[in-house]
């Protein structure tokens, strides 16, 4: 089974006034087949973990790991790190002009296997997994993010999900922005890739919204740049009643 471990992670990013500290000590093992939410207020560094993750040249690892069934994914280029089954959803969040979402696909899944997909069941799969996001067919001959709406490029995330069957996923905030029926085909989505490939996913989320539609097996409350409290998904219940008031008034 895999198993994803951050030790111990500090992290800094360059801003214009010098160096910030913003991930003090994070510790945190994902095994495969679980789904782990990361809560906490803004600013706490949720996303500053999720760019690390991803290899965003922005975030420097000042000490600390991250391994991907022991090996150190902090060292690895972005493009290893997808080879190696790290989903980054942030990979490409830019427009890539004259690519579509149908060759940008094909190219994703060829760079992370090795070799290219069987062309006729390729197409199948990109078009039942379209059809089971409800996304119009026409959506694949578009250019990669030109245009899309906040909906639009969350399924695009999940369609990349879908097919490229990561090993693991960090999914930051991927319930912004969405109305109550595309938050449920997405999380519909989201559940039946964990289901059907044994997913372990790192749930970033503000809000509590999507933990009814994404049940986690594990919650952390993130307060200053570290995990300050874990439980259940009854902890993602309490602080949906609570609020996070208490955490903040606990680091102040
Ligand atoms: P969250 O996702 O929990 O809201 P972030 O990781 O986005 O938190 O941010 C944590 C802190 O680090 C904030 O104070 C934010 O302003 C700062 N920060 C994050 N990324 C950058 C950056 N690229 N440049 C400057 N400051 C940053
Ligand atoms: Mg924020
Ligand atoms: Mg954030």
């Not at 300050?228 to 902890?235: H, K, N, R, V």
Request: hydrophobic fraction near 40%; aromatic fraction near 6%; avoid cysteine.
């Amino acid at each position: 089974m895999s198993t994803l471990e951050i030790k111990d992670l500090h992290v800094s990013v360059e801003t214009d006034q010098g160096t910030k500290q913003i991930l003090r000590g994070v510790d945190l093992t994902i095994n495969q087949g679980e789904t782990h939410a990361i809560m906490g207020p803004n600013g706490s560094g949720k996303s500053t973990l999720a760019y690390t993750i991803a290899g965003h040249p922005k975030y420097t690892v000042e000490s600390g790991s991250i391994l991907l069934d022991g090996e150190e994914v902090t060292d690895m280029s972005v493009d290893e790190r997808a080879r190696a089954g790290l989903f980054l959803a942030m990979q490409y969040p830019v427009e890539i002009p004259g690519v579509t979402v149908q060759n940008f696909l094909r190219t994703a899944k060829t760079a992370i296997d090795g070799e290219a997909p069987a062309i006729r069941s390729w197409i199948k799969d990109v078009r039942s997994s379209m059809e089971q996001l409800r996304m119009d067919p026409a959506f694949a001959e578009r250019n990669v993010n030109e245009g899309f709406s906040g909906g639009e490029k969350k399924r695009h995330e999940i369609l990349q999900l879908e097919l490229l069957k990561p090993k693991f996923a960090v999914l930051d905030e991927t319930d912004s922005g969405l109305d109550v029926d595309a938050l449920k085909i997405v999380s519909e989505g989201v559940n039946r890739v964990k289901q059907d490939t044994g997913l372990g996913l790192l749930l970033i989320t503000h809000y509590t919204r999507i933990l009814r539609y994404i049940r986690p097996d594990f919650v952390h409350v993130f307060v200053a740049g570290k995990v300050a409290e874990q439980g259940g998904p009854e902890l993602a219940d309490r602080l949906e009643d609570e609020g996070y008031d208490r955490f903040l008034g606990a680091s102040a």
